[in-house]
């Protein structure tokens, strides 16, 4: 990972935020405000893959305060099972899902490729924030709380839900169950992009971070090794959906390190906590203080019960035991 993040190329004094562990966007200056771009791809197969693009790249827009404004998608197809079907549908997600976020597609590359046996998607995506209201992940304060909106870990219980329909039944799940995990996708839903403007526009927010591969565990060593900070971590202070700690007891998954896609991390001023969570209360925003930003020197601790462990990471998600 040091050497990837050598790789800057030609220096440019516009370039604001460039590759830094833990900071998901890169931020440019465009005079009066900032230009923030993002490129992700989805290389997993899934029926969902042009909604899963939109949302996984407006998603690392939004924690950094910035407005997702336009989309280029590059579609690589697999030579002998692209049909025109499949090409509408692909694009049919992708419109749906940018009109429904105010998106515009602007542009992108299309074609068929050997030795593909899926289609794989990527996307580049750009928005803009005015320049005093930018956030970044490395911006956690010490003494800093941590909010969690919407809980762990919506889109493993979902992923859980689908690989493992089957098996659930069998094991005595009922179907109506299974369907409600299976739809956590869209319900609770793996966008986080209202959650972030609703924070930024209520309270002054020092870092947003949207944990995805790793759970929210490497979620925050991430936070923490871009700011230089510590963490203190309340485990039963966490939301945790009643469908995620059952799959994920079932198959035997830490929750804590399930993909957790969905969750929007964000540090915020002591003094703004409340405010915060009164803010998502009244939208219905599924919250919780679920920790606080200490000294570096104090490490990454959890409390769990009487407990406290060092945090743990994981660095291979606890999804990939199913596979």
Known sequence: MSNLLKLQGWPDERVVLGPQVGEDAAVIDFGDRYLVAKTDPITFVTNEIGWYLVQVNANDLATTGAVPRWLLVTLLLPEKK????????IVAQIDAACQDLHIAVVGGHTEITYGLDRPIAIGHMLGEVAKDRLVTTGGARIGDDLVLAKGIAIEGTSIIARVKSEELRQRGYAQDVIARAQNYLYDPGISIVHEARLAVESVAVHAMHDPTEGGLATGLHELAEAANVGVWLDQDAIPVWPECTSLCAEFGLNPLGTIAS??????VPHEQTSTLLSCYQKANVTCALIGRVTAA???????SGTSIIALPRFDQDEITKLF
């Open 262 to 267: 969905g969750a929007l991390l964000i540090a």
């Open 82 to 89: 692209t049909t025109p079907q499949l090409v509408r549908m």
């Open 297 to 303: 020197s104090e490490g990454l601790k959890l409390k």
